[in-house]
Nanobody, 121 residues
Framework: QVHVVESGGGLVQAGGSLRLSCEAS????????MGWYRQAPGKQRELVAS???????????NYADSVKGRFTISRDNAKNTVYLQMNSLKPEDTAVYYC???????????WGQGTQVTVSS
């Protein structure tokens, strides 16, 4: 079992920055990919950024086109924590952001409870 907890959301003005954190615990050795998703009201949950954390692709990052150049995903292995640095925030970035840990061998997704990010214009 893997447990993930997000933190760092809040209210920020357009053009501002926020950093989200996601700490994983439990059987973290089973995690192969960690990522951030978001869901705005009335919209489907979408991938924001992901990072491979195991195997020969470890460290490989993937970003949604809408956040490329503005958001950066990174990790601290010692803390089992993944970060999402969000710069140049726009009102359309407003959403609940969810951390995801994917255990590849078992094909199981683990989700955090979500953290609200609100960008005012």
């Amino acid at each position: 079992q893997v447990h993930v907890v997000e933190s760092g959301g809040g209210l920020v003005q357009a053009g501002g920055s926020l950093r989200l954190s996601c700490e994983a615990s439990g059987t973290t050795f089973s995690i192969s990919v960690m990522g951030w998703y978001r869901q705005a009201p009335g919209k489907q949950r979408e991938l924001v950024a992901s990072m491979s954390t195991a195997g020969y692709t470890s460290g490989t990052k993937n970003y949604a086109d809408s956040v490329k150049g503005r958001f950066t995903i990174s990790r601290d292995n010692a803390k089992n924590t993944v970060y999402l640095q969000m710069n140049s925030l726009k009102p359309e970035d407003t959403a609940v952001y969810y951390c995801n840990a994917f255990a590849g061998a078992e094909a199981i997704n683990y989700w955090g409870q979500g953290t609200q990010v609100t960008v005012s214009s």
